[in-house]
């Protein structure tokens, strides 16, 4: 059996031996990838004796030189290891080129070595950082037991630990640490107070003197007493200007610009992060578009180690099978649908949508209440005692939590009736749940500000209820921080409280209902939704207090430690397996769509309501922006006149129409090339029928009489001579099919 | 470097690292866990070339390739005999094509090659019978594989073969999302 002839005649009983075929460059280059050195070599000899055999031997031999030559300098441009060679022949590709250097000057072998150090120091140096990178352990081992899947969940709760790091350390560095280092530096602070008016007045409620240890207790969960006057909260920071012995430092300008940074800060990171995910998602437009493929071929996790894992694997590999055959049947049942079902589908979907929206609606009404109830409660001071007092505290972050835990059980009850087919819904529930948990901040906060902007008269003498919100953006801040709190309270309570006891009842319940309710599954969308809520909180929050990127990179280091235990011992993978890929996808999508809501309080409250003037850096100003204008009109005339022309509207429209274009255009292209793309995929199966009809016409001719037909034989019918294939490796040839004649010289440019 | 390590002379690791995608430290672990295998018959000391091979059974029961069911067409691939012993720069090449480093072609390659269960050159409809076997255990009907091994062939067959060449199979795995994270095993 010649192992370089591609059909074997003894094992399929094929008669088409074709050493024609062997002779094609898509093969040669096939062989060359594959086995081991002696038989290539031996290989290529055989292959050249047979061609000399006939006619022209010259251009034959000639022909095949050029074809090894362009092989070896393939082989330079590309890195050594990545060629699909052995070890041996890796190692002598790699001294053959040095052997040649010793011709080159003295100035080139030192470029090609300095090159090939700094490689070697920059794959050290990359080592060297992964291995600091937090957790590479533990992720790992969560690798091993569950898959790819899983793992983004937790390498994304990672990257948002390293996020909310530095959005801590740019608030720290300018706003914070100039105030700390002002008595070292002999430094002082001044704030304007020229007018004592009304709305300067400030009522805190931090307490003096001896309390009671649940009281402070109470402070620490709700934000209050002797935590309001820290460096926590935005009102704190009554500075405007701090005065150093060589220079002055523009803290409320500071302060400002520090916002901007991070939340410019965590767009450009989440976007270059997901830039990989985008482009892959982007080009595969249609998610059936290869699925089969994909799950036999991509299917396996090959970094499986345990064999619980890898039978659940099989468990889920199959059952992502039997859906793929169900949508099928279920396309082929949507096309066949009469126009009454099509009409009374519709109707359906009408209703239970409006139902949706109901639902919504009494979700978000309920939050307004609670948010009104509670303020008002708070507003009175009447203490009633301490458990009450902390309800009444926490009552919007109860509703908030109880919505979201109960909207997404009745959305996913909802889908089924909608008919949609399984994959839609999964995604369409998904996008209902992301909308009901973003929304409802949106809503928590509204119904703070319009508390805060209600007088008794109907206008506002300082722009907000000075009376009762002498301090609003440390109450709003205070709000923040309370929902962290209580987001990381219910995380660390249900995971102890629920997903432990319920596996205590699955493993040693006999009754039904235990086998019924099942082991927990960890639900990736869900849990993600969770951390992109408090990352949204987080965002919104940092400009009210300052100190919570701090807590929350606290708060998701633990929550990693609890889902990691939980996961270990509580759950089982979930049989809907979530894929690596589309996963990256959906994470950083929702953490963007979490950033562009978080942007939207944040503008509203520094550029629209009044800021307090009572406390913060901003007492000086009407608004929070107007620090900005403020600091600008010291510039220069000409920056001045070249910073206010940016910002005004004929610059903005015609950049915002220079933005369309450019996006007109990309799209055009894309379609463009998704059209030729298409147009290739028909010429290749075109070309292949070609061949083989080629290859037929070819054999019939020289099947009876071997030698004297192939004189009598035209390139037929077929328009041309039909390329080959080629693979990335032989891209560069002009194909010629070696017939024993050698025909004119009629490649085709690929 | 003083690194006082006399399993391989300092060519030898600078020629692994140029021709895997391994660090020197990677390669001295990588031959501790060769050696692990069997080590009465792996010498400690590599420095002229020892030709010691290790069997296949011995491999597939390596912990990171115990669970994979693929695991012989794997470790057959990479031996140059097609029996599945392997030298340790087989060995070695092997976890170098399956690392988090190698480029997506290099991967597509060797994975046709283990899909390839008879060796012509070609992923038939037997092939891929096979593999989705092995991947579900066999629990699905025979009426099922056959009708995914059908769509699977539609999906990717270019040249209207009925089977799939490598120039299909690459076209295909480049549009496949997940295989360079699932093509991959940790060592």
């Known amino acids: ?750 | 470097m003083g690194n006082k390590q006399t399993i391989f002379t300092d060519e030898q690791l600078d020629a692994y690292q140029d021709c895997t995608f391994f660090t020197r430290k990677e390669i001295l672990r990588l031959h501790s866990r060769y050696h692990e295998l069997a080590p009465h018959l792996v010498p400690m000391d590599y420095t002229n070339e020892p030709d010691c091979k290790l069997p296949l059974a011995l491999i597939v029961d390596m912990p990171e390739l115990k669970e994979n069911p693929f695991r012989n067409r794997i470790v057959e691939s990479f031996s140059e005999d097609g029996m599945g012993n392997l030298s340790f720069n087989e060995f070695v090449d092997m976890f170098s094509v399956l690392s988090e480093m190698a480029p997506r072609e290099l991967k597509a390659i060797y994975a046709f090659k283990i899909y390839d269960f008879n060796v012509d050159n070609y992923l038939c409809k037997e092939d891929l019978e096979k593999t989705l076997n092995r991947l579900t255990k066999e629990e699905l009907t025979p009426e099922e594989v056959e009708l995914v091994c059908e769509k699977t062939i539609e999906e990717a067959d270019l040249d209207g073969d009925n089977k799939l060449s490598y120039a299909d199979f690459e076209n295909m795995i480049s549009r496949a999302p997940d295989f360079l994270s699932t093509f991959h095993i940790r060592i």
């Open chain 1, 1 to 750: 059996m010649e192992d370089n002839s591609v059909f074997f005649t003894d094992r399929s009983g094929r008669i088409t031996s074709n050493p024609l075929l062997d002779q094609l460059p898509s093969y040669q280059s096939l062989l060359y990838r594959r086995k081991s050195s002696g038989a290539g070599t031996k290989r290529r000899g055989s292959s050249r004796g047979r061609l000399s055999s006939s006619g022209s031997v010259k251009w034959t031999i000639n022909t095949m030189r050029r074809i090894e030559e362009k092989q070896t300098s393939q082989i330079g441009q590309r890195a050594i290891r990545e060629l699909a060679l052995n070890m041996a022949q890796k190692r002598r590709n790699k001294d053959q080129p040095l052997n040649k250097n010793q011709d080159l000057s003295s100035w080139r072998q030192w470029r090609q070595n300095t090159r090939r150090n700094l490689k070697r120091l920059r794959d050290d140096a990359e080592v060297f950082l992964s291995s600091m990178k937090l957790w590479k352990r533990d992720i790992h081992q969560i690798e091993g037991m569950f898959g790819t899947g899983i793992l983004s969940y937790f390498s994304f709760l990672r990257f948002l630990v390293a996020l909310n790091l530095f959005i801590f350390l740019l608030m720290f560095s300018f706003v914070i640490l100039p105030i700390i280092i002002v008595p070292h530096t002999k430094g002082n602070i001044t704030y304007d107070q020229h007018d004592e008016t009304d709305c300067r007045v400030y009522q805190s409620s931090a307490r003096r003197g001896l309390v009671n240890f649940h009281t402070h207790l109470g402070d620490l969960l709700s934000g209050g007493g002797f935590l309001e006057q820290t460096y926590l909260f935005y009102g704190f920071y009554k500075v405007d200007k701090i005065h150093f012995p060589k220079a002055t430092y523009n803290l409320a300008l500071a302060y400002l610009l520090a916002t901007i940074a991070y939340l410019l800060l965590s767009l450009i990171w989440i976007v270059k992060r997901s830039a990989t995910g985008f482009k892959r998602n982007l080009v595969q437009d249609e998610d059936r578009f290869q699925s089969f493929c994909n799950k036999i071929f991509a299917g396996w996790d090959f970094c499986i180690t345990d064999q619980n894992t890898a039978r659940l694997k099989r468990k889920s590999l199959f059952y992502e099978l039997k859906t793929d055959l169900e949508e099928e049947k279920i396309k082929r049942k949507i096309a066949d649908r009469t126009r009454k079902e099509k009409c009374r589908i519709y109707l359906i979907r009408v209703i239970l949508n409006i139902f949706v929206i109901a639902i919504l609606a009494a979700c978000f009404y309920s939050i307004y209440i609670a948010t009104t109830v509670s303020q008002e409660k708070q507003m009175n001071n009447v203490k009633v005692n301490f458990i009450e007092d902390l309800i009444v505290e926490y009552l919007p972050s109860i509703v908030i939590t109880l919505a979201n835990f109960i909207t997404p059980l009745l959305f996913s009850v909802i889908i089924n009736f909608e008919d949609y087919s399984p994959a839609f819904e999964i995604r369409f529930t998904l996008m209902r749940c992301v909308f009901m948990r973003l929304t409802s901040i949106g809503v928590l906060l509204f119904s703070l500000w319009s508390q805060i902007t209600k007088c008794e008269e109907d206008s506002c003498v300082c722009g907000y209820n000075h009376k009762l919100y002498s301090c609003w953006e440390t109450r709003v801040g205070q709000e923040m921080y309370k929902l962290t709190i209580f987001d990381f309270i219910i995380i660390f309570a249900v995971t102890i409280f629920v997903e432990f006891p319920r596996k205590l009842i699955v493993k040693y319940g006999q009754c039904g209902l235990a086998k019924w309710w099942g082991q927990q599954q960890f639900s990736i969308p869900q849990n993600v939704l969770e951390i992109v809520y408090g990352q949204t909180i987080c965002w919104i929050g940092t400009f009210f207090c300052p100190m919570l990127p701090a807590i929350c990179t606290i708060k998701y280091f633990l929550i990693f430690y609890i889902k990691k235990v939980s996961l270990i011992r509580n759950c089982r993978p979930s049989t809907r397996p979530f894929r690596a890929s589309s996963s990256n996808f959906f994470f950083l999508g929702v953490l963007l769509i979490g950033l562009a809501l978080a942007c939207l309080p944040i503008t509203v409250s520094i550029a629209q309501i009044n800021c307090s003037q009572a406390c913060g850096p901003f007492v000086n100003y009407n608004t929070s922006w107007q620090a900005l204008p403020a600091a600008l009109s010291h510039l220069p005339d000409g920056a001045q006149r070249f910073l206010y022309a940016l910002s005004s509207e004929a610059f903005a429209v015609s950049f915002f129409v220079v933005t369309c274009l450019a996006m007109f255009y990309v799209i055009a292209l894309a379609g463009a090339h998704k059209r030729v793309i298409n147009q290739l995929r028909e010429q290749l199966v075109v070309e292949g029928k070609d061949k083989r009809f080629l290859i037929q016409k070819l054999c019939q001719a020289q099947g009876p009489r071997s030698t004297s037909s192939v004189s009598g034989f035209h390139p037929g019918s077929p328009s041309r001579l039909s390329p080959s294939y080629h693979t990335s490796f032989s891209s560069n040839y002009n194909d010629a099919v070696f017939l024993t004649h050698p025909p004119p010289n009629s490649a085709t440019p690929v």
